[in-house]
């Protein structure tokens, strides 16, 4: 298998550290995001570090039509996909009834809505190659529902159920689909989301430290990443047993101001 990878979300944070880290391993790729003077400040740093291309393309993945348009100026440009990591995200913290329902919206498209796009015609390029890996950013959020960001784990929830499925679908065809399930992550993440000052929004773990686990998880082909083993133990092991009344209330206490 050859080595290109499309990383979206990557003019900061997580997605951002994907693209090092794969660039650290000699791999080529196709960098998105809105922020084009981010993305080319990236390319510089990864072609004069590590000797890779690295393709800029623009996009609102937000946008109807968005995602499908990356995809052509991919097959424009005369790449192959081999890795899709599709990052790009983002939350709001608050009452969804005090939220303008066209961000609520908003939101669905791009976690949930862009994912499914790219993810279903590079996966079935990839099919079609032979082989390939695709990574998914899910979240713990996805595990739990999650008053005060409730459209957000909903969202995630899609994420963390669709990957696996994905994984089973096509992994006899070579192609696997791993969703990564990060806890809180120091990124722009929380400024965005409007999580700053809540006890949710502290001690993160780093972004790189995420990425790391996270692409080493793909290319083992795993199915779902923990970056902490707690977290990996009180999702799995405790959450699921507390009274779902307790679990709501705790999780609206720690994204509550
Ligand atoms: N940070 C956390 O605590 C945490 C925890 C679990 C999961 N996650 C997930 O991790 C992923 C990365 O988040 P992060 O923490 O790295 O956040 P971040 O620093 O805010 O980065 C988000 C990335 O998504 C891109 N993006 C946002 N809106 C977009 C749009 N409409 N079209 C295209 N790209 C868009 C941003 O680029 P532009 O603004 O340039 O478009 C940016 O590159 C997200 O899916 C998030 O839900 C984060």
Redesign the pocket.
Known sequence: MSNTALI????????AEFARYHASLGGDMVIT???ET?LNALKNELETAYGVNVHVIA????NSG?AKSLYDAVQDAGIAIDILIN?????EQGLHIDHDLSRELAMID??VKSLVELTHSFARDMVAQGGGKILN?G???GMMPGPLQAVYFAT?AFVNSYSQSIDEELRDKGVTCTVLV????E???AA?SGLEGTSLAKN?AT?KSVAIVGYKAMLKGKLVAFNELKLNIALNWILPFAPRRLVLRMVKNMQAK
């Open positions: 979206t979300g990557a003019s900061a944070g997580i997605g995001a809105r922020r981010a996009a609102d993945l937000g968005g990052n790009a995200g983002f939350g791009l976690n950013v979240s713990t959020a995630k990060p806890g809180y992550v990124t722009e993440f965005v993160g972004a």
